[in-house]
């Protein structure tokens, strides 16, 4: 079975761009959680996804939206691009929310320049 | 807020040695606690986790300790090789979202 994938796998924007980032979860997965990975750091939590609705948001600016497709595909769009947001972007699926496990998608590396 | 301490933020051993990593955490509504191995350019994958009603966990070369009145868990990597150089994150569990650890870069000489 295929895991998580994620697309685009690189990516280079310029400050006040916007983005969208591509998610497909494991076959079956409904819920997936978006994270942001910052260069040496543990990944953050942005968003989590189940069943196409939004269950939780960490501590991000409005800039940073997603949603989730019937086919429980998602997106994360982050509007305003700063420096900042230059990180490795990672989405994780699960089967159902709570404490199922995570199983991660090579992530996106989003540059800002 | 940091609510997952990490520690060491990098650790060198030979093969064969024991590499320890531990963790502390600060919510006691935590109650998961994965250990996640990350290898550069891919994502965290999930390498053991226990959960507060027991006070160890083994796997193969991996074992969790967790002391919850302390607040604290560790990795224990028997044997380390080299094939197990990469970076560990600790996270902890509430609320269905984890919140993750610093990460330890972990370096095993042949």
């Known amino acids: 079975d295929a895991g998580v994938t994620q697309s685009p796998t690189h990516l280079i924007k310029t400050r006040g761009q916007h983005v969208t980032l591509r998610c497909s979860p494991i076959?079956?997965?409904?819920?997936v959680s978006w994270y942001q990975q910052v260069l040496g750091q543990g990944p953050q939590f942005i968003f989590q996804?189940?069943?196409?609705?939004?269950?939780g948001r960490g501590n991000f600016p409005d800039r940073f939206s997603a949603r989730q497709f019937p086919n429980y595909s998602s997106e994360l769009n982050v509007n305003a691009l700063l420096l900042g947001d230059s990180a490795l972007y990672l989405c994780?699926?699960?089967?159902?929310?709570?404490?199922?496990?995570?199983?991660f998608g090579p992530g996106t590396r989003l540059t800002v320049l | 807020q940091q609510q997952v301490k990490q520690s060491p933020q990098s650790l060198i051993v030979q093969k064969g040695g024991i590499s320890i990593i531990n963790c502390a955490y600060e919510?006691?509504?935590?109650?998961?606690f994965p250990w996640y191995q990350q290898f550069p350019g891919k994502g965290p994958a999930l390498l053991i986790a226990?959960?507060?009603?027991?006070s160890e966990k083994k796997e193969g070369r991996f074992t969790i300790s967790f002391n919850k009145s302390a607040k604290q868990f560790s990795l224990h990597i028997m044997d380390s090789q080299p094939g197990d150089s990469a970076t560990y994150f600790c996270?902890?569990?509430?609320?269905?979202?984890?919140?993750f650890g610093r990460g330890t870069s972990l370096i095993v000489h042949p």
């Open positions: 994780a699926s699960s089967l159902v929310r709570g404490k199922d496990t995570q199983y």
């Open positions: 076959s079956g997965h409904k819920s």
């Open positions: 996804y189940y069943e196409k609705e939004e269950r």
């Open positions: 919510n006691t509504a935590f109650d998961y």
């Open positions: 226990i959960r507060p009603d027991v």
């Open positions: 996270a902890a569990g509430g609320s269905y979202i984890p919140t």
